[in-house]
């Protein structure tokens, strides 16, 4: 079972902003959110966690794009 999280909790584990986390997706540096009804949207917890990892060891903004693109390619696979 896949836990998805509301931008609440994302900007509270990712120490970033509401606006700063859509400019992220926007810049290919976070990934979109799966839409769960129509006004409704959130991140699965295991693509956060992969990021917050990725920027602990000192990702580059390209290889986050990469894994960016990975984690999003992921989800259309299963």
Same mark, same amino acid.
């Given at each position: 079972?896949?836990?998805l999280? %509301?931008?609440?909790?994302?900007?509270?584990?990712?120490s970033?902003?509401?606006?700063?986390?859509?400019?992220? !997706?926007? *810049?290919?540096?976070?990934?979109? %959110?799966?839409?769960?009804?129509?006004?409704?949207?959130r991140?699965?917890?295991?693509?956060?966690?992969?990021? !917050?990892r *990725?920027?602990?060891?000192g990702y580059?903004?390209?290889q986050?794009r990469?894994?960016v693109a990975?984690l999003?390619?992921?989800r259309?696979?299963k």
């Amino acid at each position: 079972m896949i836990l998805l999280l %509301p931008i609440s909790k994302i900007t509270t584990a990712y120490s970033r902003g509401k606006s700063s986390i859509y400019s992220d !997706i926007h *810049a290919g540096l976070f990934p979109r %959110p799966v839409k769960v009804g129509a006004k409704s949207s959130r991140w699965p917890n295991h693509e956060v966690e992969a990021l !917050i990892r *990725a920027h602990i060891e000192g990702y580059s903004e390209e290889q986050i794009r990469q894994l960016v693109a990975e984690l999003e390619a992921n989800r259309i696979q299963k």
